[in-house]
């Protein structure tokens, strides 16, 4: 039975599992009933001047027959008055001590307006703060949220604000609708911020209604963008995830959010830098039940690996982490087709025929039977035919030795630099960047 | 599957015939499983729970598979139910789990029987241990009988802390999964695994120990503070027509067991008669098929609409070739000048409603009788009692179906409770190994709410 308690910059959960600012965090009732159901931790749908919702607000991408694969939304902050929901913080907070409990907020970017809010909140008892910069619909068209998230001075300001009122640890949410994340990162850490957590949501329009030609979702016949998540966005939040924790200017606890659905989606997060996770989609698919498996499976992959504390994981793939200009250019794999395995489907040719370097031949045994054969010295390495294929075991990419001394891009320009000859017009189409 | 049975040859050397005792269904292949968990809507409050008997939380172990949480899927499947891996196998899932499935109404159901297997057999094959043992808390139980009930409240039993003591008669433990269930439905180290769940508690497994005969049930009330009677049923019971002594007529229970051990060629080329058209009649007419027997019937005084068996069974048998003699019942087993069986008379009956408007009644057809040349008869009406150990306990019983208050599981007296097989008849409880292993596990919680309370009273 692994340690699974975590502590992100002073704030102690019993797991790394808190629920996001989110519909699910709306009210005492709900949140109550997550701490219940095992969650360590939540923050609290974004405290701010009540806003009037939409009806009609969420929308999903199902794939494939894979229902909710991606999920959009355009509901705003809370729509609750203030005091009932510091009334229900209050009450939620004393009856789960131990959980980490967290306000969302969000103000007017105006100094005396931050330090109102956040006295009025720690006044009750919180174990932290998050400022959500990241919401991108609704109240970013009133300066709020992503129109604050994506200008760093803005960001900057407002978290130094927030700290010169604030006495509990204070987590700055990033929007990811930005070109370079580690840029309001920073910005946040300059303004005193004690975390981050990323991703908010992303851009985005769920679809079109093909015989209505409606938005999806529509609003009496009108749509707006909305903020995406999901298993969708995982990779982009990843991404970000793991830039903000590279990087030594950001340097802060980071609170991992976006597509997280499993305990394995967590284990992830953790090892690029996430000292805790955030979870959203997946509870409003399933309920807060979910949390089971994600504690359960967590703990066994931890006592698999014989690991005493989840913060053994913490960042441990950080550093594998880089630029594409640090990579091995003379490490090579090539694809390897395991007959026994292989079902024949032919998917695999026809992607490297296609679509990439046409070295998957197509044979014929004596017995009449098909089967596929890598032409190795042509095959890149690419990944392309082991990702179509639908088979486990049936494709392979076996590392093949060069006999030649890693080299990176980097390294071979210092190279080429200190012999001072900047022509290698010879072989520079062969490991050419795409 | 006929087709495939190694059956044609005269001569059958026993290794190929114990090819035919394979388990018939492989288990699900990694895809299969990963693709089918995703499948699974993760219901609340989900109807399968509700139709397991012992309530294993299934959309929560289908989820453990899908997220690669082998030994939580595991775990969530046992926790419920100390017999899982043999419920994965022999449960009529399609009358529990799977019929209850909401998926029957706009697809198919969810698999739940192959996926708790698929989990299961990750268990067996990995040698996890998935639970521990209380902390002792002083008290004994003595359980009578090592079948799924026993084995369910030994484990439940060893949990709480209690000391547990399981009298065995038979060489092993398991009862019915171990030695009753055919083995290609059921390998026999499927039971003996979970028999190994519940040794490795610390519970003392002592075969080959008949209580009333090795040991007196005095001593068993004196020495522990509760006894559980989890014995099961007997022998069929004598036909009582003539020939029953015949050499080739065997007992469906004692026919089953011999193959869970040893394949013998006794049976090929032999026609044989089944008696009967419950569970256990499908597995003896689906054995002898599998011996090399070269034609089988099934003996029934009713129809296929009044048969115990289950639906899956019935379609079973006749994929193995069985043929069904409906609206027939035995008169005499008729034996050749060596004291074998060569021929079974029959007479035909008609249904007749009864006169309280319950099942209708076989009634024989006068001058029906016919005689079906046969070289084997197998006896499957049914199960008779352990009424000699009943009666020594002194517990109150109706012709050896013991009653016990269906809350507690107490028998008439307090300090010996029953579950399982024990208990099942004139209306009470259920004879699937699945209800067994419940009632095994509600007799634990039972004994530990009364013993520990009474602790709390007394000191």
Redesign the interface.
């Given at each position: 039975m692994a340690d699974l308690r975590i502590n992100l910059a002073g704030i102690c959960s019993p797991n790394p599992f808190w629920l996001a600012s989110a519909p699910p965090t709306n009210t005492g009732y709900q949140v109550q009933r997550a701490f219940e159901a095992g969650w360590g931790g939540a923050v609290w749908k974004t405290l701010g001047d009540p806003i009037i919702n939409t009806s009609s607000r969420f929308a999903a991408v199902h794939f494939n027959g894979?229902r909710v694969a991606g999920f959009n939304n355009i509901e705003l902050i809370t729509d609750r008055p203030l005091e009932v929901n510091l009334k229900e913080i209050y009450e939620t907070k004393k009856r789960f001590p131990n959980h980490a409990l967290v306000v969302s907020l969000m103000v007017e970017p105006k100094r005396e307006k931050w330090h109102e809010i956040v006295k009025k909140v720690e006044a009750i008892g919180v174990d932290g703060l998050e400022l959500n910069f990241g919401c991108p619909h609704g109240m970013a068209e009133r300066g709020m949220g992503a129109a604050s998230g994506q200008q760093p001075d803005l960001v900057e300001m407002q978290t130094m604000w927030v700290k010169e009122a604030a006495k509990t640890p204070v987590i700055v949410k990033l929007t990811p609708n930005i070109t370079d994340i580690t840029t309001t990162a920073k910005a946040a850490v300059r303004g005193g911020a004690d975390a981050i957590s990323l991703i908010n949501t992303i851009n985005s329009l769920a679809g079109v209604d093909i015989d209505t030609w409606n938005t999806i979702p529509h609003v009496g016949g009108k749509g707006a963008h909305g903020g995406y998540c999901g298993p969708a966005v995982k990779p982009i939040a990843l991404n970000m995830v793991a830039e903000c924790a590279r990087s030594p200017e950001v340097g802060v606890p980071i609170s991992g959010i976006g597509g997280i659905s499993?305990?394995?989606d967590a284990v992830e997060f953790l090892l690029m830098g996430s000292t805790g996770v955030q979870v959203c989609t997946a509870a409003m698919h399933?309920?807060f039940?979910?949390v089971?498996?994600m504690i359960?499976?967590l703990n066994?992959?931890l006592d698999?690996k014989d690991l005493h504390s989840v913060n053994e994981l913490i960042g441990r793939s950080v550093e594998r982490y880089s630029d594409w200009g640090d990579l091995d250019l003379n490490y090579a794999v090539v694809a390897r087709i395991e007959q026994d395995n292989c079902i024949v489907c032919n998917k695999c040719h026809i992607a490297c025929e296609d679509t990439s370097h046409q070295c998957i031949e197509r044979h014929t045994d004596v017995n009449g039977n098909g089967y596929l054969k890598v032409r190795e010295e042509d095959c890149v390495g690419c990944n392309l035919c082991s990702i179509v294929c639908?088979?486990?075991g049936a494709i392979s990419m076996i590392e093949i030795p060069t006999g030649e001394l890693p080299l990176s891009w980097n390294q071979r320009q210092a190279a080429i630099g200190a012999t001072g000859s900047g022509n290698d017009s010879e072989d520079s189409g062969k490991k050419e960047a795409v | 599957m006929g087709k495939s049975l190694n059956v044609n040859a005269t001569f059958i050397p026993s290794e190929s015939l114990r090819r035919n005792f394979a388990e018939v269904k492989a288990g699900m292949r990694?895809?299969e499983a990963i693709e089918e968990s995703?499948r699974c809507l993760?219901c609340?409050d989900a109807p399968c729970i509700k139709a397991c008997p012992t309530g294993i939380n299934i959309p929560?172990f289908i989820?453990?598979i899908?997220?690669?949480?082998m030994?939580?899927s595991a775990r969530a499947i046992m926790d419920a139910n100390p017999v899982g891996a043999t419920c994965a196998r022999v449960c009529p899932t399609e009358e529990l789990c799977e019929g209850a499935c909401v998926l029957n109404h706009s697809s198919k159901p969810i698999m739940i029987g192959d996926l708790q297997r698929y989990a299961t057999d990750w268990a067996i094959k990995n040698e996890q241990m998935l639970f521990t043992a209380g902390h002792s808390n002083g008290m004994a139980v003595a359980v009578i009988g090592g079948g799924p009930a026993g084995l369910s409240a030994a484990r439940e039993l060893a949990r709480f802390g209690f000391a547990v003591t399981i009298f065995e008669a038979r060489e092993q433990a398991g009862g019915l999964d171990t030695y009753g269930i055919v083995s290609f439905r059921l390998p026999q180290s499927i039971s003996l695994w979970e028999v190994e769940q519940v040794r490795k508690l610390g519970v003392d497994i002592r075969t080959g120990v008949r209580v009333g005969t090795d040991i007196s049930t005095a001593e068993l009330l004196e020495q522990y503070d509760a006894v559980v009677l989890a014995i099961g049923m007997s022998k069929v019971p004598m036909l009582g027509i003539d020939g029953e002594q015949l050499e080739g007529v065997y007992d469906a229970i004692d026919f089953v067991e011999v193959t869970k051990t040893e394949i013998k060629t006794d049976l090929v080329g032999k026609r044989t008669a089944v008696i009967g058209a419950g569970n256990t009649a499908v597995d003896a007419a689906t054995c002898s098929v599998r011996l090399g027997a070269s034609n089988v019937k099934m003996v029934y005084r009713r129809t296929n609409e009044e048969m115990t068996a289950y639906d899956f069974e019935f379609e079973f048998a006749k994929q193995d070739g069985v043929e069904f003699e409906w609206l027939t019942a035995p008169v005499r087993i008729i034996g050749d000048e060596n004291g074998r069986v060569k021929g079974l008379e029959c007479i035909k009956m008609r249904l007749e409603a009864s006169e309280d408007g319950g099942r209708k009644l076989p009634v024989p057809v006068k001058g029906s009788n016919f005689t079906l040349a046969v070289e084997a008869v197998i006896k499957a009406i049914g199960q008779t009692r352990h009424l000699s150990l009943i009666e020594q306990l002194g517990i109150e019983h109706k012709r050896g179906i013991v009653t016990v208050d269906p809350d507690t599981y107490q028998t008439s007296n307090p300090h010996i409770y029953a579950a399982g097989d024990v208990i099942f008849g004139e209306g009470q409880g259920e004879a699937m190994v699945v209800s067994a292993a419940q009632q095994g596990k509600l007799t634990a919680y039972s004994i530990y709410n009364t013993l520990s309370a009474g602790r709390e009273r007394y000191g």
């Open positions: 894979q499993s305990w394995r399933h309920g039940s979910i089971e498996d359960d499976g066994n992959y698999g639908p088979v486990e | 990694p895809m995703n993760y609340y929560s989820k453990k899908a997220s690669g949480n030994l939580g």
